[in-house]
């Protein structure tokens, strides 16, 4: 949009055709024509003409219904429709085209990035456990939950953690320093808040990333003492 908006600024044209349905963000006195392809569609009704713009404009957008189109065979982009190899128990796991996609048999999600989430930053998105450590839990029969390292791992590229204790939820926000010209997930500068949800006075402070991992507790324990215990540990909005 920079260079429309740029154009924009130095011709002030009285008029702008375009090919094609515009941009919502593009100003201006705006005329629309349709491609060739779809001459056609003059003839049609009012009705079946917004109809038809609301399908060309909707027609790849997830989680429609197919029925709902008349004039487009509706595909759901996000539609998770290959197999794969689950990464984690080998079973048949089904992906989306962008590589995103879930494991019905170990629950495993999954993105198409999942090694080098692993590589670079040890966890993994969206499940935040690292897909190592996912395949131990798996083969004990153990539910997946990120180890405590990786939840710090998780903390630096997240920024906002939360985690599952005795049936109370924590949040952990990092405040990254932004005045840092190295700006790698490996980043540990800035302060770092934990607190008990909705529990204000609970709010502890701590000077960077280490300072929390080490001292960290929650009634004197260290959290990283009783991290087999955290039931959840994951970023926040997560889904
Ligand atoms: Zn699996």
Redesign the pocket.
Known sequence: MLGYNEMMKRIKPSVVICYDEPFKSMTGNIKEFLPTTYEWTKDLSLKDLIQFKWEKHNRNVSGLDKKDFQFFDYDDPYVKDQMVK?S????V?LQDQYGNGE?K????KFSKDEKMYEEKMGISYPMLVSPTTAREQ?KKGLPFKATFEEFINGMKFYSEMTLTYKNKIYGVFFYRDKTLKAKTFQEEDGQVEFFEDTVNSSLVKFDNVSDFANKANINGTLLKELWKDVSFAGFMYCG
């Open positions: 689950c984690i128990c080998g079973s796991a494991c048999n170990c629950g495993w798996y």
